[in-house]
């Protein structure tokens, strides 16, 4: 075995053993071991990416001496290392972007306990990409809310703390959820490593028999999961939640937190339950019609704010639509786009998160529209990237936004029965989007109300601005330079089966 | 050309005015007003020790459904929603519950040959004549790192709730002032508490230790006596009060215990996975099963998972009664 195998182990481990050994050292310190530790994942993963790219295949990596049905396993594919790379660069310029609120949010004495939770948020998110046994999943879904949870609350004013609490009741909701699902999926296949549990499953299929709890199964995963990312009629949590937490936080949570789970529900889909399966139960219709409504109702919410945190918060609950209602559309094409989407709504609303404190670090820390009238020229650097953002969500062509949108009107034409709704769906979609976002980029490119101070504009961090300028590329090579990595996810999707 | 008079009146500009911002974001939304009278008691400053606001009346106020129907139809068809829907999981869960396999059958898909081997090989692979322990240890301890790990983060979570610092609000100082106040009647010194604990807070710690030395010897392990050694620390602090405790347990010992057990697993760990990953020797003696010294790694690790979950209970117990250890 090579040793750019070990990579995914040996990022998931750094990632814990970091979080572990910030707990005795100082903020500052912290910050530089987290900052030190994504960025050692950044390049483990892109070498892994490499790697796989080159060979054309995945591996298993036994974690221990024991092999696959009895101990447990690590899986690296091209998907994975993409979406590990991914991550880990939206996580670097997230925190490189929200760092000087971090501090002035987080009480001096507990900026340490911060860099914890972001460390250990990454392993599990690792954990959840790489994963290929399912309580090993289960394990690092638990350490995923935890550490959510305090990412939310850790600013520690009523408002954060409210979040948390909803955040909490329905996030544990969901994982209650899975784990019925998986004690279900053990007693009737009696394994919990991906590979044999997905030959059971087909030997069940085949015979017939408990199709009732295997129909349960795939329902309860499929809801748990989507609870937990935050699909429409559960996405009650959202605005508060990405609305007051600290910058850093309402990006890292919005952009990966929720994908994450996404993106583990596909690879259950696929690896365990088997994709044809899940088609043929018509759960995928349930989240294809979830996905459509929420499209439509989250833009409408979001034309409602006046508050535009809410708004960008509200925004996520349609782009999170958007992905379900890929997967919902049960081809492969469709599924691509859904993860070419979980890469563009990572990339684009993190940008969006990040600029919009910029522009509220020269409003005088308001976040309402008539506040933030002129802001765009206080903050050039954030207007820019705000604006960027914005017409990339509403699907300006050369950014990323576009392609997605294109792949799921591409995605939508080859299945029939589902064509017209989500073709309209977009359309109506694309167009309310256009409606909050561009009224903003408006608002913030007219003449302010009153004179600002010239020290305003030296107010924006530097970091920020360069985190901006940082998100504008990755959104340019996302939109420009798709084709790669549409193939990549497509290799990586074939790789699962 | 035609001039409108009406032109604040039209839609155009009212889309326009909507654009900038420019709509009250209240109007319409909320009723004002006056006050009544100069001796209103919301304007009335607070006295010492008097809360500023008063709860009961701000959520009357905010949840006044007697002047506010939408509210209170939303309240209605919320709860009938969330009883339906518990109702029908509920249903669903225990109609599914007669299609599973029977309880206890021999011929259940679980009885495969994954437990066969766990029961078969377990005790000659790991060392431990415990198969539970010789599976959360040896074969899955990538689930049980994560474990710990969740505790690990669960006690950070607490910190950040209830730890009170020197750099924390005025409101918070007084909180903590009230905290201290409690304390100052510490220690209680119940007679009868004291003695008993006397006689029980040995036998407890003894009875923990020897549940977690021989964790793969007999049921039990790092989870379960970590739990009966952290209750009898917190039975110990309640008899005898945080003076006696903070001459041997501080938040300082807290995070050296907790920084020390989980970086030997993790580097114990990592190392034998790496070996596992790469097919090499770990060169790790397992002993003679069922003696004191076996099974490996297996015994250090109990130490260390009893380590982590002793010291977070007791941590729990201190942060949730006074924010700090």
């Not at chain 2, 008063?54 to 068809?77: G, M, P, Q």
């Not at chain 2, 249903?91 to 009885?111: A, C, K, R």
Request: glycine share 8%.
């Amino acid at each position: 075995m090579d040793f750019v195998c070990n990579f995914p182990f040996f990022s998931i481990i750094l990632a814990m053993f970091c979080g572990i050994l910030s707990s005795v050292l100082k903020g500052p310190w912290a910050k530089r071991l987290c900052l030190f530790m994504v960025t050692a994942v950044l390049v483990m993963s892109s070498a892994v990416l490499a790697y796989t790219m080159k060979t054309g295949t995945s591996y298993t990596y036994s974690m221990g001496h024991f092999p696959a049905p009895w101990g447990n396993e690590i899986r690296a594919g091209v998907l994975e290392a993409l979406t590990a790379t991914g991550f880990s660069v939206i996580m670097l310029l997230s925190l490189l972007g929200g760092m000087s609120h971090i501090f002035t949010d987080v009480e001096e004495t507990k900026t340490n306990l911060f860099f914890i939770l972001v460390d250990l948020l990454m392993s599990s998110l690792l954990a959840l990409i790489y994963t290929n046994d399912l309580f090993t999943a289960y394990v690092f879904v638990e350490i995923n809310t935890i550490a959510a949870c305090g990412l939310i609350m850790i600013k520690q004013d009523g408002h954060g703390i409210v979040a948390a609490i909803r955040y909490m009741v329905m996030s544990l909701l969901g994982s209650g959820m899975f784990l019925i699902s998986l004690s279900m999926l053990y007693d009737i296949t009696g394994h919990l490593l991906m590979e044999p549990a997905k030959e059971a499953v087909g030997a069940i299929v085949a015979s017939g028999s408990y199709e009732v709890p295997l129909l349960v199964v795939i329902a309860l995963m499929s809801v748990g999961l989507a609870i937990k990312s935050g699909l429409y009629p559960f996405h009650s949590w959202i605005p508060e939640t990405y609305g007051y937490a600290t910058p850093a936080a309402s990006a890292i949570l919005s952009s990966l937190v929720s994908k994450g789970y996404i993106f583990l529900l596909i690879k259950v889909f696929y690896r365990v339950l088997g994709y044809e399966n899940v088609v043929s139960s018509k759960v995928i219709n349930a989240l294809f019609v979830f996905g459509l409504v929420g499209m439509i109702v989250g833009s409408v919410k979001a034309i409602k704010q006046t508050d535009t945190r809410k708004m960008i918060a509200y925004s996520s609950v349609a782009q999170i639509g958007y992905i379900y209602m890929g997967i919902g559309l049960g081809t492969k094409a469709g599924m691509a786009a859904a993860v070419f989407h979980i890469f563009t709504h990572a990339a684009t609303k993190s940008l969006l998160f990040i600029s919009a404190v910029g522009l509220y670090e020269v409003s005088d820390g308001k976040a309402d529209y008539r506040s933030l009238r002129g802001s765009g020229y206080r903050n050039r650097a954030a207007g820019i990237a705000f604006a960027v953002g914005a017409l990339s969500m509403v699907g300006f062509p050369m950014l990323s936004g576009f392609i997605s949108k294109l792949m799921f009107a591409t995605a939508a034409v080859q299945s029939p029965h589902k064509m017209v709704a989500t073709i309209l769906g977009l359309a109506v979609s694309t167009i309310l989007n256009a409606i909050y976002f561009l009224r903003l980029v408006i608002s913030i490119y007219s003449p302010a109300e009153r004179e600002y101070g010239a020290d305003m504009s030296h107010q924006a961090s530097r970091k920020l601005k360069v985190a901006s300028l940082l998100f504008i590329i990755v959104n340019l090579v996302l939109g420009l330079f798709s084709q790669p990595i549409v193939n990549a996810i497509d290799a990586g999707l074939s790789m699962f089966v | 050309m035609r001039l409108r008079d009406d032109y604040e009146e039209s839609r155009w500009h009212r889309l326009e005015k909507w654009v900038d911002g420019d709509i009250d974001p209240l109007e319409g939304r909320m009723e004002i007003k006056p006050p009544d009278g100069e001796k209103d008691e919301n304007t009335k400053l607070p006295e010492d020790g008097e809360p500023f606001f008063d709860e009961e009346k701000i959520n009357s106020v905010v949840y006044d459904t007697a002047h506010n129907k939408e509210l209170k139809l939303f309240r209605i068809i919320y709860r009938l929603a969330s009883v339906l829907l518990c109702v029908t999981l509920i249903g669903v869960l225990l109609w599914t519950v007669v299609y599973l396999p029977e309880f206890g059958s021999p011929d259940n898909p679980i009885n495969n040959e994954v437990s066969a081997r766990y029961i078969e090989k377990g005790v000659e692979e790991t060392g431990a004549t415990n198969f539970v322990t010789g599976m959360i240890l040896d074969y899955r301890a990538f689930d049980t790192f994560g474990e710990s790990c969740v505790l690990f983060i669960a006690a950070t979570c607490v910190l950040v709730l209830m730890r009170l610092d020197n750099s924390s609000s005025k409101e918070k100082m007084k909180k903590k002032k009230e905290e201290e106040n409690d304390r100052l009647y510490e220690p209680k010194n119940d007679l009868i508490l004291q003695k008993v604990s006397c006689v029980l807070v040995p036998l407890i710690f003894i009875f923990g230790i020897y549940i977690i030395l021989n964790g793969h010897l007999s049921p039990g392990g790092g989870f379960s006596g970590g739990a009966v050694i952290g209750s009898g620390l917190i039975l110990y602090l309640n008899a005898f009060g945080f003076k006696k405790t903070e001459r041997f347990f501080t938040e300082k010992t807290f995070r050296r215990i907790t920084l020390a057990a989980l970086t030997f697993y993790c580097l114990a760990k990592s190392y034998s996975f790496f070996t596992g990953a790469n097919h090499m020797e770990s060169g790790i003696p397992l002993g003679t099963p069922g003696a004191i010294l076996s099974s490996g790694l297996i015994l250090p690790l109990n130490i260390c998972v009893g380590l982590v979950v002793a010291c977070t209970m007791y941590a729990f117990y201190t942060l949730f009664r006074k924010g700090g250890m």
